[in-house]
Every structure is written in structure tokens, then in C-alpha cells.
């Protein structure tokens, strides 16, 4: 399946981005910068781009010149994050799987600012992935999420409404059935994989699931 991966400005330090055949590639305003580094190519280039050193606003403007439809401008006042317009331009060019990179780490605003839009991309039909050095980050929605025998690690999950109701989790060490799960208990953190498919599944509400190896 065709992905729109988005790479923003936060940390990457050792984040691995592998550019499939087919993957439509955004960068979020100074995110460009980061593509220079990794020497991805995007295929468009999203942001007010305020943020820009001098060099590569010189390299913005010939992009620019020469392949202006490479270009979505942004004015410096929004509501809308960079990394949220980028969203949207990658939803209205039909894309329904999304890859965040650089979008954990630095000013934690921005981070749960990611977060919710995981969400905003599940509300719309859509499946997101935040991904950082070790964890990945997703929202399941009243839906079943399955993971295979060989994921390892640490499972954490919270519900990002006021409850996550009929809550079931099998093959992970500790089980639930039929749970219901509140933003006020973190009763979900740290569950771990034991060599077993595992699910999680939800049927009325929205779940943060976190995954990540241990240490």
C-alpha cells in the first residue's frame, strides 16, 4: 500500500526512514533540512518556512522557480500545525496510511500536538504512525489492532477520551476482557509481548497505543 510519509523537525536522532518505491514524501517546513541530511528528496514541501537557515532558502527558491507545484506555502499566523497541513495536503491527495517522522522529542507541546493528530487522522478515515528512535506510536478507534508472534518489547495503551470502553487485550502478559479504561488511571502502561500474536481490541471509545523495545 502507498504511504505519505511527513518528516518534520523534531528529533531523528537515530530514527531509520526507508523510502519505499510508491511512498509520497512531505517535509514540514524545516523538515527540508532534515531531508538534506538524509538525502530524501521530498515531493512536497510544506511550511511558512520561517525557520529556514539562509543556504537553504536559497536551494527553497530554486525548487521553487523551477518546480513551484513541489511548493505549498503556509502564512506564518495559522491554527493549523506544520505538521497538520501537511496532513491535509497528503489526505486530499487520497493518501490513507501516514508515517510521522521527527514528530516526538523536542518542546513537548509539540509532541502532543502529534499526538492528537494521530487522532485527527483516524477520525477521517485514515491510520497515522508516530514514529520515533525506538517506539511507535498509533490510535485504534473501535477497532481490533493486531501485532505478530515476533513483536517484542513494551506495550502501553491509554485512552485519549474520558473512557475506552469494552477493552479486551489477549496475547500480552497481562489480559483484560471487556475493560473499561478512563484518562484518570494509567492502568495500561507497560504490558509486554511474550512471544504470542497479540491484540488489542476497543469497542466504543480511542486508544493511545504506544509500543516500544526494552531497554
Not at 15 to 23: M, Q
Amino acid at each position: 500500500m502507498e504511504r505519505c510519509m511527513i518528516i518534520g523537525a523534531g528529533d531523528l536522532e537515530g530514527v531509520r526512514i526507508e523510502v519505499r518505491t510508491g511512498d509520497y514524501v512531505i517535509a514540514a517546513d524545516a523538515g527540508l533540512s532534515c531531508c538534506k541530511r538524509l538525502g530524501i528528496a521530498p515531493d512536497l514541501i510544506v511550511g511558512d518556512f520561517d525557520s529556514l537557515p539562509g543556504e537553504e532558502r536559497e536551494a527553497l527558491e530554486e525548487i521553487r522557480r523551477r518546480e513551484p507545484e513541489r511548493i505549498l506555502p503556509l502564512p506564518s499566523e495559522k491554527d493549523d500545525t506544520d505538521m497538520l497541513a501537511a496532513i491535509r495536503a497528503g489526505l486530499a491527495r487520497g493518501y490513507r496510511e501516514f508515517v510521522l517522522y521527527g514528530g516526538l522529542g523536542g518542546r513537548l507541546g509539540h509532541t502532543i500536538a502529534n499526538i492528537q493528530c494521530l487522532n485527527y487522522l483516524r477520525e477521517c478515515g485514515a491510520r497515522g504512525y508516530l514514529a520515533g528512535a525506538a517506539e511507535l506510536i498509533q490510535v485504534a478507534k473501535n477497532e481490533t489492532i493486531r501485532f505478530p508472534r515476533r513483536e517484542s518489547g513494551w506495550l502501553s495503551l491509554f485512552s485519549l477520551g474520558e473512557r475506552a470502553e469494552g477493552v479486551t487485550l489477549r496475547g500480552l502478559k497481562y489480559e483484560l476482557t471487556d475493560a473499561v479504561i478512563t484518562n484518570s488511571f494509567p492502568i495500561g502502561v507497560s504490558n509486554e509481548f511474550i512471544g504470542r500474536e497479540a491484540a488489542v481490541s476497543v469497542e466504543n471509545g480511542t486508544l493511545l497505543i504506544l509500543t516500544a523495545p526494552k531497554e
